[in-house]
């Protein structure tokens, strides 16, 4: 992939894309672990389930959203990463092979 363009991304909102990102993340490695456990029964389980698919959810809504307001290209060529370090959002081409 070859790195089209970096859009940056306002203070307040890149906040709250990582408080998100770390959310689901966390979540994520907790019920992993939980898997691994063995302890994947019951109601707690299912309850760390359902918080970690709805914070999934609000990532992959709040990533698009960015996406859709600030990037100047779409389709299935481009691919999009979220730089926390310098709080930019990264254009990717895909390139095409063949």
């Known amino acids: 992939m070859k790195e089209l363009k970096r859009v940056r991304i306002d203070e307040g909102t890149i906040g709250y894309l990582l408080a998100l990102h770390?959310?689901?993340?966390?979540?994520?490695?907790?019920?992993?672990?939980?898997?691994?456990?063995?302890?994947?029964?019951?109601?707690?389980?299912?309850?760390?389930?359902?918080?970690?698919?709805?914070?999934?959810?609000?990532?992959?809504?709040?990533?698009h959203e960015i996406i859709r307001e600030l990037s100047p290209v779409s389709g299935p060529g481009y691919t999009f990463q979220i730089d926390f370090v310098t709080g930019e959002l990264v254009i990717l081409r895909r390139e095409e092979v063949g």
């Open 22 to 63: 770390f959310e689901r993340d966390g979540l994520r490695a907790l019920n992993a672990q939980l898997i691994r456990s063995g302890d994947n029964q019951g109601e707690a389980y299912e309850r760390y389930l359902k918080e970690y698919k709805d914070a999934s959810a609000a990532w992959g809504t709040a990533f």
